[in-house]
């Protein structure tokens, strides 16, 4: 290891002339077409590499193609500053509204115009819920990402309150392409396993979860309980499926009682043989992990089992995490590519230590997704995909929780915009009005 | 006391020259407190929160803090039910209501399918419903547990029905956005914060007193060795220090945030207390106890300790005002109390959001408290250090 | 005088090792491994290492403590493990806004409290002084955080005074635009603690025989009050502001955060969130080295401002 060697060859990637790529494979990959389209994936000029890039081999403060835009300064956590490319192809505004009723006024607003219009981007990253908010109001932002906590503000149950409407504001939004679920670690001896006792006590503590009561409070109702483990807007999710797991707290206690997980004296079951049980939910130590903590003491307070809360910084939650060392979490998933492939990847046995943050080794499960990667989308895959969901439920490795709203606030003078759930730029599809200020 | 003797005795005798013991430092400086009514005033304000803390932490008051009494952001009672009170409902399930649900014939086996069963009797699975599932709601019928299911769950409802309690739709001073009384989370908020400030308040001065005191005492390389400590200590930023610190000791509750507190903020009562001992030291009563073969230890603490003693007070009363304040911070950098405690540094980190939604009791709230505490406790300081050294008061002024 | 300099920054040495071995343990130890994150969400163990030993977090203990010896010698860093940007640039870039936001706020804490705190010394005792004091201390007993929330809502949203957020690109408009309500929040922040210690410094020098003297010998208020007692009380004061500033550095981190101002203080908090060792380092090794040269600094005005002063 150490640096990569740019000369070497390697059999089925080939750079046949300055701008064609060619790539063999030996068996059908029906994702390659996505992950080639994905936004880190791109192919750059080797020039470039050799002239910027930094110890770290990187080049993203000198990002050189052939696109809409070019970087002009990166204030690194603070601002990024775009602005057109002005050896840019160009192409002409050309789409045809689908059926949204909100896409006949952007065909109107933006078709025949030439493409990119919008001359500089700043864009800001701002923490704080209230700044953003505020400096939207005050008309200080263009365009800006309503997070949960401050949707009531502007927000009437999915639609922009009279205020905002009268102000000519507008609002993009729809489920975003990721899931939230509450994962269970399988190699854990506590909560993990495939015995009939410890499935019982995962379906249980599934089962005395209250998703609603989550969507109401804490999120105050942007998003929509998860009940399957492809979100909208991936292939492969099916709107009609309903989980089996339903909140259920007094089922979740009969079926704990069932399996001899009896209340000692202090009122808090221990394990089947008597051993105290506690169970240990990590999160992170901001606003959002507190919550999560507190919805969760309240679950465990209903079925009367001990809980203890580990507290780590992000970057620790993800070591410990690939280690198989914590055991229990809320993660979160968004999709890459809009293919279901990348969502049920998550419980694949031998993506453990990578991206299986449950640690499970179903053999089911493998068997099935290991069928299911070498079809396309069709009706058959379809099929494995809900055998495989069923799975999920039965053995309760995780309780799916959420799929969030996405809300996009855009200022009146912003014209064009819907924004897209995979392709996360829009700035070159949209216009500004400059008159209108 | 002088006079009875004088009017009971005939005679005096050399032997019986009354003469009136002169009151101490302690006597003298509570005299002089007394006088200062700004100073009582605000003494009789932090007992009540004392007693308060008292009647909160064995239980008395305010224990059921955590029960969801309220609706949602329940306003407060002086203000009325607000008609929006309440977090907005979860919207109906989107896209595609309408849509029948599938069968799949799954061929999953349930491990649990049996003992399910058991639990529950006979039970025909009932029909679909488009409704998002909610505790007692129908089930689908695509669901391979339903009987299962349906069965626990009517099994649970003959025995008894449990009735949600109904929510208030308003609270005295309002609700958070879990529909908690704001009024007990406050009392027994200021519990948790008095208590952390006091606490981490005694840990620093203890080790700022020792430090000081070895320090000073011994002087030399002791001395050195404690100096160099104290400046590598002082010259790494404090955040960063409480960050690291933080991250030591692992999130573990109130103590955590306690001995954070405690082991960061040592430093000034260490430069304070290390000047008195040196300026001590030297003193005749010092070497008058050295001369009757009094240990150093013991010179330490039995004879020079009391003449600092003061200052070990008023620094102690400074330190809890400041870690009363400073566990605000450290509950938004996230190193507040655990889940099961509430503190007023935990209800300001709840309320940031809040005030922009119109929200604003727990803020105020919470925010209030803190503000008569330890505005209470700072006047409290000033007259005590005024009652204990009068030099200061000046000759001319009250 | 110069062979105590020489002394004195002889003497920072030991305090600057401490401070190296004391960083290095407490972040190599507790700090976290940045490679998880930087290895993005599908990774596996062969690619952490990868990063890890790109990073030099693999090498023996030895050989990175010596690493970060070299680096506090040449004072360079290298770069950001998270943004790779050097970390010399993100000092330079990022001191100049939380100076923007200090200097003015230094400069207005100090003229304000120090001229109310002479006047309330001069009428101490006497009503003004009592209600003075009670409004500093209720100040001073509300939460930064609260007036931060509250501030940001009332004067820059509900009134429309000034930016809610932001940073610009002109220094006037920083100045004078976004710096202002930032300014303001702090300034209420920060004198009432000040105008308390300076009346307390005020009051000690006034009760000294000298002034007794002055006024026997027939001299104003005016001229006592602004020339005797404030420069023989400049020595506390000035002892306080210097050792107060590299703490005021860091500690702006609130008010960056809420006004969205790119300085240091925030930069920290991002770094120690990140396990960002680099800028953690960096920004650790500097703020010591400042507060140090401050206290120096600090000795040498003492001596400056009073000749009897002995230093040692």
Known sequence: MGSFDYAAKIPGLEAVDRYTLRIRLKQPDYNLPYVLAHEPTSAVAREIVAAYADEGGRIMSNPVGTGPYKLVKWVRSSKIVLEANPDYRGFVWDFKAGSDPEDAQIVKEMKGKKMPQVGRIEISIMEED??????????????????????????????????????????????????????????????????????????????????????????????????????????????????????????????????????????????????????????????????????????????????????????????????????MRTAAWIADYPDGDNFMQLLYGRNIYQSNNACAQIPEYDKLYEQALKMPDSPERNRLYHEMAKIIETYAPWRLDISRYRNMLVQPRVLGYKKHPILHQEWAYIDVAAEKK | MANEIALKAPARTAREVPHTVSPGLWALAWKRLKSDHVGMVSLAIVVVFILMMIASGTGLIAGDWSKEVGVNYAAPSFIGADIEAGAPAAPAAPAAPAIPATEYKSDVVDPLADVL????????????????????????????????????????????????????????????????????????????????????????TFLGTLFGAIAGYYGKWVDDAFNWFYSVFNAIPYLLLILAVAAVL??????????????????????????????????????????????????????????????????????????????????????????????WGSMLNEAQNELILGKWWQLAAAGTAMAILVTAFSLFTDALRDALDPKLKGLAGA | MTAYIIRRLWQMVPTMAGVIVLVFILFNWIGGDPAYVLAGKISNQEQIDNIRRQLGVDQPYYVQLWIFVKQVLTGDFGASWSTNERVSNILATRLGPSLTVLVPLLFLDTALSLTLALAVAYVRGSLTDRMVMI???IGLSVSVLVYIIVFQYFFAYKLGWFPVQGWGNSFLENLFVYSSLPILIALVVSIAPNLRLYRTFFLDEINQDYVRTGRAKGLSENRIM????????????????????????????????????????REVILAVERSDFPVIKALTVYVAFATMASNLLADLMYKAADPRVQLK
């Open chain 2, 117 to 204: 069963a058991e639990l529950k009797g006979e039970k025909k699975p009932r029909a679909a419903s488009a409704e998002p599932p909610a505790a007692g709601a129908g089930e689908k019928s695509v669901d391979p547990l339903a009987d299962v299911m349906a069965d626990i769950r009517k099994d649970a409802k003959d025995k008894k029905a449990e009735v949600a309690e109904a929510r208030l739709p308003t609270l005295p001073l309002g609700g958070d956005k879990w529909g908690r009384d704001v009024l007990k989370k406050t009392i027994k908020g200021s519990e948790t914060s008095i208590f952390v400030g006091l606490a981490a308040a005694a840990v620093a």
């Open chain 1, 130 to 327: 209230q700044s953003r908010l505020l400096a939207f109001q005050n008309g200080e932002l263009d365009l800006m990402n309503l997070e949960g906590p401050l949707a009531p503000k502007v927000l009437n149950d999915g639609t922009l309150s009279p205020e905002m409407k009268k102000k000519g504001v507008k609002l993009s939004r729809f489920v975003d392409p990721e899931i939230s679920y509450h994962y269970w670690n399988m190699m854990d001896p506590v909560v993990g396993g495939l015995s009939k006792e410890k499935i019982a006590l995962r379906r249980a503590m599934a089962m005395a979860y209250p998703v609603a009561e989550e969507i109401k409070v804490v999120r105050n109702g942007q998003a929509v309980e998860a009940q399957f483990p492809i979100p909208p807007g991936v292939v492969g999710h099916d709107a009609s499926y309903k989980s089996s797991v339903k909140y259920d707290p007094a089922a979740a206690n009969a079926l704990l009682d069932k399996f001899g997980y009896k209340k000692g004296a202090d009122g808090y079951r221990t394990l089947p043989d008597g051993k105290p049980l506690l169970i240990r939910y990590a999160s992170r130590p901001d606003s959002l992990g507190r919550q999560q903590d507190e919805m969760w003491k309240k679950t465990f307070d209903s079925i009367g089992i001990r809980m203890e809360v580990q507290k780590e910084k992000f970057a620790e939650l993800l070591k410990l995490e690939k280690q198989c060392k914590l055991q």
């Open chain 2, 250 to 343: 692992q999130q573990k509750g109130t103590l955590t945030i306690i001995l954070i507190l405690g082991l960061t903020g040592w430093t000034g009562t260490f430069r304070l207390i290390r000047g008195e001992y040196l300026k001590h030291k030297a003193r005749e009563y010092v070497q008058a106890a050295d001369a009757i073969g009094a240990s150093n230890a013991r010179r330490m603490f039995v004879h020079i300790f009391p003449n600092v003693s003061h200052v070990v007070l008023v620094q102690l009363s400074i330190y809890t005002v400041g870690f009363i304040k400073a566990e605000v911070i450290l509950s938004f950098l996230g190193f507040g109390v655990p889940v099961d405690v509430v503190s």
């Open chain 3, 226 to 265: 602004w020339i005797h007692v404030l420069r023989n009380a400049s020595i506390p004061i000035i002892t306080h502001l210097m050792a107060g500033l590299p703490g005021l550095l860091l500690g702006a981190f609130l008010i960056e955060r809420f006004f969205s101002i790119p300085g240091i203080g």
């Open chain 3, 135 to 137: 409004v500093c201390t």
